[in-house]
């Protein structure tokens, strides 16, 4: 009788004084939420997919309520309706959801681009671009053995038979997995409003980028030249268009038409540049 | 000196909790995906498992034994971990936010893992005086976290290797596992 009594009295006493110290460090201790994180958490689809780069629907949730500077519309599976609605929530104004697409910054088919050796190792981009950097002559160029294909969610992409992966743009979200499955960074989600695009990543200097593809970009800069509003920048011997002044600003595309190895070109896949002038291309 | 510095040695390699005691198993393939991640775990581990076996042997000396309720201690620990972990994730979560965005989620799992219960009620089964416990237990988590951070290394190594499809994920963890395990078992009769 006494044990039973004893354990009665221990396991209630233990239970008691760690309540009291639990309730007590929850009062001291105390977070102040603002309540309007869990209000805009639950506008977001909650798929933690991170398309908005942040680590989940509630961090992006946090952040956006708290950082004055972060925008409502980084939602992209949300699309417009929730971008409204968190504007609405925070205040912010309200910005379309830039629709993307994944495109592929390399045009290298086995034809093009030459090879600095033979790799028979695991069929993997990764694991080929251990070896010397992939066995591709060009080492920012594609390495084909279709990373992005098997990591697209939407099976919006497929391996060509010239050794470049394609994308289908009519099941492509933009979503991004593509691009971090890339270990050579060749993919990039770019808007679909973009008028022009750059179909290379070579980073190497022109002569040397010439030699072993015959499609790269030499870091030449004459589309840069021919660019009136500033939007093409050459950097690291590559031209980078800023899409943005681009789909802003520009109604007359003309950076492309004397690029010597038309590594430049019009985005011709994506559906608002169709409807812009493309005399240049003549 | 000596005797602790055996006891050390041993917890963390001869008898390592994971490897040769086989606890703590869910989060040891949970975990290992990536070494980052594993590293974080670790020393989550480590410091629950210190500060929890120093409470509970605190708690098992100075309350239990004096009763004569010994036979109370796995019920005792359950619930003295889980308020503890609780505790630690209130602080933390307020004193260190960085700290907790590192460790916040594991801490979370920790509070019912096997591994944090076993290493207090061992130590005082053995009868280990304060010093002794908190030396195992410090021993103890590194061993886990060692265990941890070695097979994280393996995995991500493991994903360039050609494994046959029935084997790929899990199946091939639970064979590399196995042969650590094995390893470990070589250490046996060291101390």
Redesign the interface.
Same mark, same amino acid.
């Given at each position: 009788m006494y044990?039973a009594i004893?354990?009665l009295v221990?396991?209630a006493g233990?239970?008691t004084v760690?309540?009291f110290? /639990?309730a007590f =460090?929850?009062k001291k201790?105390?977070?102040e939420v603002n309540p309007l994180i869990h209000i805009v958490e639950d506008v977001l689809p909650k798929g933690q997919c991170g398309a908005c780069g942040y680590a989940g629907c509630m961090a992006y949730a946090e952040a956006v309520v708290l950082n004055q500077e972060v925008p409502p519309n980084l939602c992209v599976p949300g699309k417009d309706v929730v971008a409204k609605a968190v504007a609405e929530l925070t205040g912010k104004a309200a910005e379309k959801v830039e629709p993307r697409v994944a495109h592929i910054r390399c045009r290298g088919t086995v034809d093009k681009a030459t090879s600095s050796y033979e790799y028979k190792g695991?069929e993997?981009c =990764? =694991?080929a671009s /251990?070896v010397q950097g992939g066995p591709k002559g060009c080492k920012n160029g594609c390495v084909g053995f279709g990373n992005c294909v098997g990591s697209c969610p939407f099976g919006a992409m497929s391996m060509g038979d010239k050794g470049l992966p394609i994308v289908d743009m009519k099941k492509c979200t933009g979503c991004g997995a593509c691009e971090a499955a890339c270990p050579k960074k060749v993919i990039q989600m770019i808007s679909m409003n973009a008028h022009v695009k750059v179909d290379c990543n070579s980073k190497d200097k022109g002569a040397v980028a010439r030699k072993v593809c015959t499609v790269a970009c030499i870091g030449c800069g004459i589309c840069a030249k021919n660019c009136s509003y500033g939007a093409i920048e050459i950097k690291d011997n590559l031209a980078v268009v800023d899409h943005k002044i681009c789909a802003e600003k520009c109604s007359e595309a003309t950076c492309f038409a004397k690029c010597p190895t038309k590594a430049i070109g019009v985005a011709h896949q994506l559906k608002v540049s169709e409807s812009i002038n493309l005399k240049a291309t003549v | 000196m000596k005797e602790y510095l055996a006891l050390f040695i041993g917890s963390v390699i001869v008898n390592n909790f994971v490897l040769t005691r086989f606890l703590g198993l869910c989060i040891f393939f949970g975990v290992s995906k990536s070494l980052n991640a594993s590293l974080g775990m670790g020393m989550a581990v480590t410091s629950v498992i210190t500060l929890s076996s120093i409470l509970a042997w605190l #708690?098992y000396n100075c309350?239990?034994l004096p009763?004569?309720?010994t036979f109370?201690k796995t019920?005792?620990f359950v #619930?003295?971990i889980a308020?503890f972990v609780?505790?630690l994730e209130?602080?933390i979560?307020?004193?260190a936010p960085a700290l907790y965005n590192m460790w916040g989620i594991y801490l979370v799992l920790i509070a019912t893992n096997c591994i944090v219960l076993s290493v207090p009620i061992l130590s005082v089964e053995s009868n280990y005086g304060f010093g002794m416990s908190t030396v195992f237990a410090i021993g103890s988590g590194l061993g886990f976290a060692l265990a941890l951070v070695l097979m994280a290394s393996l995995r991500e190594k493991l #994903?360039?290797?050609?494994v046959p499809k029935a084997l790929e994920g899990s199946g091939v963890a639970f064979i590399v596992a196995g042969m650590l395990s094995l390893a470990f078992l070589g250490f046996s009769g060291m101390i």
């Open positions: 044990t004893m354990i221990v396991m233990i239970g760690f309540g110290i /639990l =460090a929850n201790f105390s977070m695991i993997d =990764a =694991a /251990l | #708690v309350i239990l009763l004569g309720l109370l019920i005792v #619930v003295l308020s609780q505790l209130l602080i979560k307020k004193q #994903v360039y290797a050609d």
